[in-house]
């Protein structure tokens, strides 16, 4: 009770310890049945950072002594709190948080409104009574993202908002559900919201204000009359411990979770959908297939099955009509991640841009954007406005344009209700690139024909210069045939041999240096090496045939063994 004066409960800080569990801190709870509790206080959501802290929510919890504790509620989901922070009730009857520095995180703006007292009762609901034990304020008219056993959610007024992640509480998901006069309706956050399922049962005057709320073993629609009576059949559950509770998950899925064998646990989906039409299921621009549950992924070079019974197939778009691939896994190993363009879209480049049509496929559709259109004018819109991302025209020749792109089914058109044709906007730069291709093609035809064309002239300028000196050696040995009396010719790799590899200079000669050698038989020679090209070399022929001519000895044009001087013609170069 308040005595004028003001109660805190603070959270102490901790010695730093990045190994350590997440820490609980409770304030006060209420007992339900043997080992079973609720408590509201504080934990921690993530690990200590010795720099900074851990971080944590000020909430409820259910609570098993030996199971720990799961969250159930929170007042700051969105702006989690660290050390040195202090739930507060002040004498003026508000409840707030407030960080060391006097900043206020969270209120229940209850200044003024006679409050004078706080607890927590065995359902998990949060109170602050005034002098009649009247509720001023109560956490049950404030759900987050779960509704307890014997919590309301009223129509048009309340919801419950997803949080971000498994791990991430914050108030920054995607899905809401809200009781609206034709039932019990999910959304998927958009501009504008979308519905991706509505619950409806029964018959009965939806105009007037009605609520849902969980049961012992259901999930009930009642209206608010002066006689409480039901309009709607309930969504029947499994029966319940006093910790049952329904959430509204992450991934858009609306579960009823319990204690089960000692352990919190999913023990059913309230709504009644197929794994494939949950708008994520597979990622945006994912398709999403069924198959069935003994459907062996690995054979078909499937990794993965997904959905809540693992009878989900995701792939990407790949339109009909075309080889191109215009959208890529955003990770190979989880298909349900979704798919990105390979070219994005731009609107800079709208001329490059076209409307693919993707066969047998479904999507959320939002408002309609023409009526009684046919399919040339609806793509026309679509590529006329940049944020266009798809464009929808249903059997009524209804027109949709999406600027968001969820998962999309795969749906067989001899069963579908309603079918659609459906077409995506596609970044089309195969032109752009096939023009640069062409470019870079002409350059390197161009280089190559300019370098085959100097291959061709050294080829000629060589083959013209081969048959020259072919020409110029074939009249050599023409001219030494001719020659009367030609002496016996040598082989260079002869005279190497003879002359020691050319080491005893003899001395210098005409067109030419003199070495002394010595034949196999003995005999002592002296062979010249000419040095010099063009009339040098026809100068030593004309000596050539001039020994042959005059050295005594020779018969028939040989020179005998005993001859002091060798002359000697070369077949072929140094």
Request: charged residues 20%.
């Amino acid at each position: 009770m308040l005595n004028n004066t003001n109660i805190s409960w603070p959270i102490y800080e901790s010695e730093c310890n990045p190994s350590s569990k997440l820490l609980f801190s409770p304030i006060f709870d209420a007992k339900v049945s043997g080992e079973w509790s609720f408590a509201c206080g504080f934990r921690s959501f993530s690990y200590p950072d010795c720099n900074t802290g851990p971080t944590y929510l000020f909430g409820i919890f259910a609570m098993d002594e030996k199971r720990g504790v799961k969250l159930v509620w929170s007042s700051n989901r969105n702006k989690p709190v660290r050390n040195n922070t202090d739930l507060l009730l002040t004498r003026d009857g508000d409840l707030m948080l407030q960080e060391f520095d006097g900043t206020l995180v969270w209120s229940t703006n209850t200044k003024g409104k006679s409050v004078a007292g706080l607890k927590l009762t065995e359902s998990g609901n949060l109170v602050l009574f005034d002098t009649n034990n009247s509720i001023v304020w109560q956490s049950f008219d404030h759900p987050t993202d779960t509704l307890l056993l014997g919590q309301k959610l009223y129509s048009n007024s309340d919801q419950l908002t997803a949080s971000t992640s498994p791990n991430n509480y914050s108030e920054g998901g995607l899905y809401s559900l809200s009781l609206t006069n034709k039932g019990l309706s999910a959304f998927m956050e958009s501009d504008p919201s979308l519905v991706y399922n509505t619950e409806i049962r029964g018959e009965g005057n939806r105009s007037e204000p009605h609520y849902a709320i969980l049961l012992n073993g259901s999930f009930a629609v009642f209206t608010k009359d002066s006689h409480l009576r039901q309009w709607d059949s309930n969504f029947s559950l499994p029966n319940a411990t006093p910790l049952q509770h329904v959430s509204l998950d992450y991934d858009g899925h609306l579960r009823a979770y319990d204690m089960v064998d000692y352990e919190w646990q999913s023990v059913t989906d309230i709504f009644n959908m197929d794994s494939c039409d949950y708008p994520l299921v597979c990622g945006r621009y994912g398709i999403c297939s069924k198959s069935s549950k003994d459907f062996d992924c690995w054979e078909y070079g499937i990794c993965s099955k997904w959905g809540e019974d693992h009878t989900a197939l995701c792939s990407c778009p790949q339109p009909d009509d075309t080889k191109l691939s215009y959208f890529r896994p955003t990770d190979d190993r989880h298909p349900n991640l979704g798919c990105s363009e390979v070219n994005s879209l731009s609107c800079s480049k709208f001329k490059y841009q076209q409307m693919v049509e993707l066969k047998n496929v479904s999507h959320l559709k939002g408002p309609v954007h023409t009526k009684n259109t046919d399919v040339k004018s609806c793509k026309l819109d679509c590529l006329k406005n940049c944020s266009c991302k798809a464009a929808m025209l249903d059997s009524s020749r209804n027109c949709y344009l999406e600027s968001q792109i969820f998962s999309l089914k795969n749906v067989d058109p001899d069963t579908e209700v309603d079918p659609i044709r459906f077409f995506l906007k596609v970044q089309d730069d195969s032109s752009v690139i096939k023009g640069k291709k062409g470019q870079r093609i002409t350059i390197l035809g161009w280089s190559l024909g300019v370098f085959s064309g100097l291959l061709l002239i050294i080829g000629i300028i060589y083959i013209a210069f081969s048959a020259k000196k072919k020409e110029g050696d074939d009249l050599e040995e023409e001219y030494l045939e001719e020659v009367p009396g030609m002496p016996k010719r040598y082989s260079y790799g002869d005279l190497i041999t003879t002359t020691d590899n050319f080491s005893k200079k003899l001395g210098q000669g005409g067109f030419g240096s003199v070495f002394e050698g010595t034949l196999n038989d003995g005999t002592m020679v002296a062979v010249k090496c000419l040095e010099g090209l063009g009339q040098i070399k026809e100068s030593f022929l004309s000596e050539v045939k001039t020994i042959a001519n005059v050295i005594p000895g020779s018969k028939n044009g040989a020179i005998d063994v005993a001859t002091p001087l060798l002359p000697s013609t070369l077949s072929g170069p140094r």
